[in-house]
């Protein structure tokens, strides 16, 4: 399979920080190693995201079929690594849309010529459906495999999954957590403040990736208010996480635009038991008395019956949107 071009890979990798609920930009050329990516979290947060990414194609051991390689070309030893910055080792699979997230600190340092890091490619695999997967190397490496809408929530932990990875309880853990699987409080007794933190990062990443995918998928990626798809849609909570009772389940869940999915969470619009989205008064007239209220007619026009999923079994729960307006003090 051919290397996919630079511009490619940091295309992906955009696609994947937006897929991650992050807004970004490149800074450097598409030559340039590392790629340095300006970002902004969904709180605001500033954040600088250093990659170091190629092509992960089939490995050159015949006998070793489900070996996978990214070679790292057109770079020093050792690797430039700033502080400040978040930085990751990646390789990136165009068939799948899928990437392989490497230990940047074992790898940071190496013999000269283009070396290669492996990884089994089932990993990558499962991680279409689990969002995030492991696989240990013969030499006690991790490697992960990664979703992009798991891409951010990797970065922001990979140091320590790849660290925590190499202890053997700690590795079985992770890979329970990140399908999903309920974990008993017993089982995590023993392990380190740290290990139990990366531990509750993962199931919690997965969780959340999960429901997103679900829902979206629900709503045919598009926003139950506006029908706009364009990769600009969000996975919002009904009962906002946090709120006593709220679930990663679909029908906890709506799929609106970025602008839509702001103003639910806010409580400037509500949905009633009847899947009409509309607005709230109070919110409306604060608008109005502190002259912020400029495209209100419009912003409006949109509102009422929202398009819901195919299956009736993944519209929004009444029970859910009851608990929610009282949650947000909505008088309905």
């Known amino acids: 399979?051919?290397?996919s071009s630079r511009s490619q890979i940091l295309e992906a990798v955009i696609d994947a920080v937006h897929a991650s609920g992050y807004a970004g930009v490149l800074?450097?050329?598409a030559r340039h190693h590392p790629a340095r990516f300006a970002l902004v979290a969904p709180d605001a947060?500033?954040?600088t995201l250093a990659v170091y990414a190629w092509t992960l194609t089939r490995g050159g051991r015949p006998q070793l079929v489900h070996e996978w390689r990214i070679q790292m070309t057109s770079v020093q030893s050792p690797l430039p690594i700033n502080p400040q910055e978040v930085t990751v080792l990646v390789g990136y699979e165009p068939n799948l849309q899928m990437f392989a997230g490497f230990d940047l600190k074992r790898h940071s340092t190496f013999t000269t010529g283009s070396p290669s890091i492996q990884i089994d490619i089932r990993a990558v695999q499962q991680a279409l459906q689990d969002g995030l997967a492991?696989?240990?190397k013969?030499?006690?490496?991790i490697a992960v495999g990664i979703r992009p809408d798991q891409f951010m929530g990797y970065s922001l932990n990979a140091a320590t999954l790849h660290r925590s990875g190499k202890d053997a309880a700690t590795f079985d853990l992770?890979?329970?957590a990140s399908?999903?699987?309920i974990i008993p409080p017993q089982e995590t007794q023993a392990l380190s403040a740290e290990r139990q933190r990366v531990l509750k990062t993962v199931s919690r990443l997965s969780r959340l990736a999960n429901f997103r995918q679900a829902v979206l998928q629900a709503y045919g990626f598009r926003c139950a208010v506006t029908r706009a798809q364009l990769k600009l849609v969000d996975a919002a909570h009904i009962l906002p996480v946090g709120a006593p009772g709220s679930v990663d389940d679909v029908r906890n869940g709506i799929a609106l635009s970025p602008t839509y999915h702001r103003a639910f969470d806010n409580?400037?619009?509500?949905?009633?038991e009847d899947c009409r989205m509309c607005i709230n008064a109070e919110k409306e007239a604060a608008l109005g008395a502190a002259r912020l209220n400029g495209g209100m007619d419009s912003f409006k026009a949109r509102l009422g019956r929202i398009h819901l999923p195919a299956d009736r079994r993944q519209w929004p729960n009444s029970n859910f949107i009851a608990k929610a307006n009282r949650f947000r003090q909505i008088a309905t």
Not at 138 to 141: F, K, R, V
Not at 267 to 272: N, P, S, T
């Open 1 to 3: 399979m051919p290397a």
């Open 27 to 29: 800074l450097t050329s």
């Open 179 to 181: 399908s999903l699987e």
């Open 174 to 176: 992770l890979s329970r």
């Open 267 to 272: 409580g400037l619009v509500f949905l009633d």
């Open 45 to 47: 947060r500033e954040l």
């Open 138 to 141: 013969g030499n006690d490496e």
């Open 134 to 136: 492991f696989t240990r």
